[in-house]
């Protein structure tokens, strides 16, 4: 249960104020050669008649389940692109906003919204821009990671995110702590356990790195990391000779730990607390002070078993 007073509202209501428009430049620089677009996102299936000429090339990472994420993957391209062609007729257009439980903000449109990929950020503009070459940024910001720097004091935390700086950094200087996190990982990889490196540098991309992270900090468990990743190499590792995934993520997963060691921590006292609240059958106040009040409600579970047959 959330509760928000005036001021959120207010601040909710100027960011649905905001004008935005197309990148015309931007859109017409792709739609004029689509096929070298695609490559530069790392798609390769248009280069190909179908699937079976595609499944033919002598690569563990050319096969049926890679094809489909890619068709998958172009057919949202396509829609953004005719999205962002009608919405390029409009001078400005608006956006609506809203929040979730925890007060969380999300913008209405699919896949064309200000929170949307690169792609979608490279053709919107803010409606009074005239700069048409947009600079475009990683997501480094890892807010997850900077909430828990703020709740434990870790001011190294604080810094790898980017929320603090040093006095003598400048302050257009950002780390990215993703792939910072992955080159300590092959490196790390490459002095401890030479195995099958050679997959394992080509496997581990910054976005498949970041995604392991977040599921850490999420406590997804490892077979949930297990089951995202195998849909990105195809569901079946006899497709990537010698390379376990499981074994892998087991020394994705330790590695990480190792390095975030504060958060463990704070997960024993989250742990401790819902353990209470359950306990009590009570809420826990997660901000008391403030404009927003939030609370988390926890509730037993038990499972019954039903004879449909004597009812």
């Known amino acids: ?31 004029f050669d689509f096929g070298k677009y695609l490559e530069s996102v790392g798609i390769k299936i248009h280069l190909y008649e179908d699937m079976f000429e595609f499944d033919l090339v002598d690569d563990k990472f050319y096969n049926y389940t890679a094809y489909g994420l890619q068709f998958k993957e172009v057919k949202k391209i396509i829609e953004t692109l005719e999205q962002a062609i009608f919405l390029s007729n409009f001078p400005n257009i608006y956006f609506t906003v809203y929040l979730d439980f925890r007060t969380r903000l999300y913008y209405h449109g699919w896949p064309l919204n200000p929170q949307g990929n690169e792609l979608v950020r490279s053709l919107l503009l803010f409606g009074n821009q005239r700069k048409k070459n947009v600079v475009k940024e990683l997501d ?13 004091f870790n001011v190294d935390y604080l810094k790898q995110t980017n929320l603090i700086k040093d006095k003598n950094v400048s302050v257009q200087e950002k780390n990215d702590i993703y792939s910072i996190v992955l080159s300590r990982y092959i490196k790390h990889r490459e002095t401890n356990n030479n195995e099958n490196i050679k997959i394992v540098k080509k496997f581990f991309t910054r976005k498949i790195f970041k995604s392991i992270i977040m599921c850490y900090f999420y406590n997804e468990s490892h077979f949930g990391v297990v089951k995202k990743l195998e849909k990105i190499i195809g569901g079946d590792n006899y497709m990537y000779v010698g390379f376990n995934l499981h074994s892998e993520v087991k020394l994705v997963r330790h590695f990480i730990k190792e390095q975030f060691l504060d958060f463990e921590f704070l997960k024993q006292i989250v742990s401790k607390v819902t353990a209470s609240a359950l306990d009590k059958n009570t809420a826990i106040n997660l901000m008391k002070t403030g404009p927003v009040e939030t609370f988390q409600f926890y509730a037993k579970q038990e499972s019954v078993r039903i004879n449909y047959y004597n009812h």
């Open 140 to 152: 480094v910001s890892a807010s997850g990671l900077q909430i828990i720097g703020g709740l434990l």
């Open 1 to 31: 249960m959330t509760k928000v007073n005036s001021s959120v509202l207010s601040n909710l209501n100027y960011l649905q104020q905001i004008p935005y428009k197309i990148n015309k430049v931007k859109l017409k620089e792709i739609l």
